[in-house]
């Protein structure tokens, strides 16, 4: 199965995705993670103002089966969540992509986007 | 990795595999784990659980042998019943939970253990098996097994093996299948009333394509897992171990200290008495899901641990099976579960959590 992978994202080899607007970077997770998760029903994100550093756990999604770790593509200080996924952690499978979005980071330095995977290297990676 | 004679089937219906003790099964299949376990707890739901092992206990002194490794009175058995119980070691530890059928009173008994367990237990009876005289027959190869679990489950089976409704809860027979024999018992892991099927392995297939036909829905071992969770069924490797006290989780009800001796039973003796911990459930009063591992706490004092935990499908709300200290863990107590690094509160609620309305 063919999965999207917009080319204008950033991608983690933990299947979190990246949109970079200037110095802020809005994350959540790629369609192949939701599909590769089933059915989503608990999330669990850092607050605003916490830090969060790249490679580093920011937050858990649940499945009723396991839990699986939310990996920061990018070290900074969260200045946005998305609240409504606490009430509907299923928006993560209907939407991962726009309405799933789990929170924005503002970002320390860009050089970190250097260590990221561009849309091509992520398509290779989940065709493995 | 080993398969079942149902890998093919599974792979080509949407199945999602995955490694489970060394076999490639189905974790669920394209319908997803709640539906499979909501079709089972309102209807009737599918499994393949041909990566059970048997083992076949065979000669004048095949009772003697099984009442030795068991600490059940598995004399009580009469043929065609069967029961639960497990085979202690030394200390006094699980070495497996399992069923024992009985074929024939005193010369034929089939042990049913895990998948997981299935080489332990192979050799823990080359150990102690030595002064009976009984033939052992590992006969894991020759058994594809399927679990038809639900309220409609009794009357499906039966328009496909006319006789089974008829099957006591516990009890079991052999009936005629497509002119192979079926060894039918009316168990299962689910907490739902309905059977489990012992085929020859070239008829599971047969078998299990007629059940899909009668609308049965194929479930994984995610639903698995949570239909026995809520019906608070014991999982070897989450609550039962080889160095767990049995009365602490939930076995003392199979222990028999008055009869023949059996492995393991002086040890047993005296983990009754050392007892201090049991297993509870525990239902959180957050959104946060406890897992296996998380510690317990009861007034910020650690008192045990997650043994199982989920979303439960049933109640929408986060179970949890609890190894907690007896004295701070009574029911309706207020707990205390530590959810990565977050103190969730949560009640000692009545096991099991789920029970059929049958």
């Known amino acids: 199965m063919a999965y999207k992978v917009p080319d204008d994202l950033y991608y983690t080899k933990e299947h979190e995705w990246a949109y970079v607007d200037e110095n802020i970077v809005t994350v959540g997770i790629t369609g192949y993670a939701q599909d590769s998760l089933g059915e989503i029903v608990y999330v669990d994100l850092k607050e605003e103002g916490q830090k969060v550093t790249q490679n580093e756990s920011f937050g858990v999604v649940e499945s009723v089966k396991s839990v699986s770790d939310l990996m920061a593509p990018v070290t900074g200080t969260v200045i946005e969540v998305n609240q409504s996924l606490f009430d509907k952690p299923g928006t993560l499978n209907d939407d991962p992509w726009n309405d799933g979005w789990l929170l924005k980071i503002e970002m320390d330095t860009e050089k970190e986007l250097a260590a990221l995977l561009k849309a091509a290297d992520y398509k290779k990676l989940i065709a493995q | ?358």
Not at chain 2, 179 to 205: H, M, Q
Not at chain 2, 335 to 346: E, P, T
Request: charged share 25%.
């Open chain 2, 1 to 358: 990795m080993k398969k079942t004679v149902l890998n093919e089937w599974h792979k080509t219906n949407g199945g999602k595999l995955v490694s489970f003790a060394g076999w490639d099964m189905p974790v669920q299949y394209a319908s997803g784990l709640r539906a499979e376990h909501e079709a089972t707890r309102s209807n009737f739901g599918l499994f393949d659980v041909s990566h059970m092992g048997e083992f076949r206990f065979k000669g004048p002194e095949a009772l003697k042998a099984v009442n030795y490794f068991c600490p059940t009175e598995v004399s009580k058995l009469k043929k065609g019943e069967s029961c639960y119980t497990f085979f202690a070691n030394e200390k006094g530890g699980v070495v497996d939970d399992l069923l024992v059928y009985c074929f024939e009173e005193n010369t034929n008994y089939l042990i049913c253990v895990n998948a997981s367990n299935t080489d332990k237990i192979g050799e823990h009876i080359k150990t102690y098996n030595k002064n009976f005289n009984v033939e052992v027959i590992n006969e894991c190869e020759d058994w594809g097994q399927i679990a038809v679990q639900g309220p409609k489950a009794i009357e499906k089976v039966e328009e496909l093996i006319p006789g089974v409704k008829n099957l006591n809860k516990f009890s079991f027979g052999e009936f005629k299948f497509s002119d192979a024999s079926l060894v039918v018992a009316r168990t299962g892991y689910t907490g739902e009333d309905g059977f489990e099927i012992f085929t020859p392995t070239n008829k599971t297939k047969e078998l299990w394509k007629a059940l899909v036909e009668l609308g049965g829905e194929p479930c994984g071992l995610g639903a698995r897992d949570t239909l026995r969770l809520e019906a608070a069924l014991n999982l070897y490797g989450n609550e039962l171990n080889d160095d767990c006290n049995p009365y602490e989780r939930r076995l003392g009800w199979t222990i028999n200290l008055s009869g023949d001796d059996f492995i393991g039973k002086s040890a047993i003796e005296a983990l009754k008495l050392k007892a201090t911990h049991k297993l509870v459930g525990l239902m959180s009063l957050d959104r946060a899901i406890p897992r296996a591992g998380y510690k317990v706490c009861s007034n910020e004092v650690e008192i045990g641990y997650i043994t199982s935990g989920t979303l439960s499908p049933s109640l929408n709300k986060p179970i949890g099976i609890a190894w907690v200290d007896k004295e701070h863990a009574k029911e309706g107590d207020s707990v205390q579960i530590n959810i990565r690094g977050k103190l969730v509160d949560a009640e000692v609620v009545k096991l099991p959590f789920y029970k059929a309305k049958s």
